[in-house]
C-alpha cells in the first residue's frame, strides 16, 4: 500500500542526516541538543490542526511526550528550517508512487491527467506581509498570497505547489509548474488542463512545438475568427500570424517575438466545442489527437478538471491551510508546504481504502468521506510516524485504514461550489479556535 510507504518513507528522510544539513538554514542551527531538534520541528509541521500556537504545541508535546516548551522557543526553531523541506519531500513521494507503484497509477490513453488552478490564500494581515506579498503600506490593504497547484485528478495527488505575491500572474506559474514536472523525470507522461485565463499563444506554440499536451478553455473572444468558421464541434483550426497579436509580448517573451516575427508562422490547433448541464457553450482548446482522444473522452477531460476545485475547498475548510501560524515567509511557507503534504498521505490512506470496498453494495459509485479521513489521519499521522514497534505499526495502519472505510458518500457529478469573495479574515491570527 502507497499509504504505509509514504508515511515510512517520509520519518526516514526527516531522520536523515544529510537532510538535516541540506534544509538547516545555517550550519550553525540545531547543533545543540534542544527541546525542538530538528526532526521535532519538521513533525510538528505535520501535525498542524489549524489551533491557537499553544494549543498546538499542547497537542504535540503530549502526542510525542516531550517536556513542555514555550511558543517563542517553537518559533524560534521553526525560523531555522527551510520550510521547502516539505515541497520536496511532496515531489520525492509522487515520483515514488508513479515510479514503484504502477500497478496503482491510474492514466487516461498512457498520460497523467493534470488540472493546474491557483486560488488566493489567506494569511496574517500584519504590516510585514501587507508589503511582502501585496506590496501595499495602507491598513485597508488585506494580505493575501497567491497559489498554485498541479493537481494529478485521476489519483487525487498534489504534484507541484507554488506560494507567490498576491496578483502573480497564473500563466507564468503554470510555466514554472511545467519546468518542475519536466525536472522531476515523472515515469509517464502528462495533459495539462487548466480553465479561462491560462491559454496563451506563446505557451500554446512552445507546447505544440515540444509535444506537451494540453486542454485549455478559451475565453470567447479568444481566437474568435478561427473559431467562428468552424462547421462541426470538433477540427483543427489557424491560427494566423497578427502583429497585434504578438507585439505586446516582445517584453516577456523575447524568444517568442523574434520567431514569430522570423517566420511569421501560422498555428494549427485542434478546437473542441461542448455544452455543460446549462446548455452553456464551452469551447476547448488543444493538442491532443483525435485518434486517441475523441469528443466525448474531450468533455470527460473538461468535467474531471472540477476535481482541483473541490480539493481547494477540502485543503481550506478540513485542513484549515489557511490558518498560518505566524507572519514569518518562512513560517507561511512551511504551513502551506506541510499540509499540501499531508493532503497527499490522506489521500494515500483514501485511495488503499476504497479499494477494499465492494461498489456493487451500493446504488451509486461511493468514495471517501475526506472530512472524516482528515479527522482520523490527522489524529493518528505522527503516532503512527513514530513508532518502532513494525507489529504495532502495522495495527495502527490497520485501523485507520478500518476507520476510514466506514465512512463513505456517493459521488455526485457535476456539483460546484461558490467562490468567497469576501475579503476580512476568516482566520484572525489571535482569534483562533483552541479545539
Not at 485528478?153 to 519536466?182: C, F, G, P, V, W
Not at 478561427?226 to 505586446?248: S, V, W
Request: aromatic share 12%; net charge positive.
Amino acid at each position: 500500500m502507497f499509504s504505509k510507504y509514504i508515511v515510512k518513507n517520509i520519518k526516514e528522510y526527516i531522520l536523515s542526516k544529510e537532510v538535516k544539513e541540506q534544509y538547516r538554514k545555517s550550519n550553525i542551527f540545531f547543533t545543540r541538543e534542544r527541546k525542538m531538534t530538528f526532526d521535532k520541528v519538521v513533525f510538528y509541521g505535520l501535525n498542524k490542526r489549524g489551533l491557537t500556537s499553544k494549543m498546538e504545541i499542547e497537542d504535540f508535546t503530549k502526542l510525542i511526550n516531550m517536556v513542555d516548551i514555550s511558543s517563542p522557543a517553537v518559533l524560534k526553531q521553526r525560523l531555522k528550517l527551510d520550510g521547502k523541506i516539505y515541497l520536496d519531500m511532496m515531489h520525492n513521494n509522487v515520483v515514488d508512487f508513479y515510479d514503484k507503484f504502477s500497478d496503482e497509477v491510474k492514466l487516461i490513453n498512457g498520460y497523467i491527467l493534470t488540472a493546474i488552478d491557483g486560488s488566493d490564500f489567506e494569511i496574517p494581515n500584519t504590516k510585514t506581509t501587507r508589503y511582502e506579498f501585496n506590496k501595499c503600506h495602507e491598513k485597508e490593504c488585506v494580505a493575501r498570497a497567491s497559489v498554485s497547484n498541479i493537481f494529478d485528478i485521476l489519483n487525487h495527488y498534489i504534484i507541484d505547489t507554488i506560494i507567490e505575491q498576491y496578483d502573480y500572474s497564473e500563466r507564468k506559474m503554470a510555466e514554472e509548474h511545467l519546468k518542475t514536472i519536466k525536472s522531476l523525470n515523472l515515469k509517464y507522461p502528462i495533459i495539462r488542463t487548466a480553465d479561462r485565463g491560462y491559454p496563451c499563444i506563446v505557451d500554446i506554440y512552445y507546447s505544440i512545438q515540444n509535444d506537451d499536451k494540453f486542454v485549455y478553455r478559451l475565453k470567447k473572444s479568444d481566437f474568435k475568427k478561427g473559431i467562428q468558421n468552424m462547421l462541426t464541434k470538433d477540427e483543427m483550426i489557424t491560427i494566423p500570424y497578427q502583429y497585434d497579436r504578438i507585439r505586446y509580448l516582445k517584453k516577456d517573451y523575447p524568444d517568442f517575438y523574434e520567431i514569430m516575427e522570423k517566420t511569421k508562422e501560422d498555428i494549427k490547433v485542434r478546437v473542441v466545442k461542448i455544452n455543460n448541464k446549462y446548455g452553456e457553450e464551452i469551447i476547448l482548446i488543444t493538442n491532443l489527437e483525435k485518434e486517441k482522444f475523441d469528443y466525448d473522452t474531450m468533455i470527460e477531460i473538461y468535467r474531471l478538471r472540477w476535481e482541483i476545485e473541490t480539493n481547494y475547498h477540502l485543503l481550506k475548510e478540513s485542513l484549515k491551510i489557511e490558518t498560518i501560524t505566524s507572519s514569518f515567509k518562512t513560517i507561511i511557507e512551511q504551513d502551506v508546504y506541510s499540509q499540501m503534504l499531508v493532503f497527499n498521505i490522506i489521500e494515500s490512506f483514501a485511495n488503499d481504502s476504497i479499494k477494499n470496498i465492494d461498489q456493487t453494495k451500493y446504488k451509486n459509485e461511493v468514495k471517501i468521506n475526506m472530512n472524516m479521513a482528515v479527522g482520523f489521519v490527522k489524529k493518528s499521522l505522527i503516532i503512527i510516524m513514530l513508532e518502532n514497534d513494525d507489529k504495532k505499526k502495522t495495527e495502527m495502519f490497520d485501523n485507520l485504514i478500518k476507520k476510514i472505510q466506514k465512512y463513505i458518500v456517493p459521488i455526485k457529478k457535476d456539483r460546484h461550489y461558490p467562490r468567497n469573495k469576501n475579503k476580512k479574515n476568516k482566520y484572525s491570527i489571535n482569534k483562533r479556535k483552541s479545539f
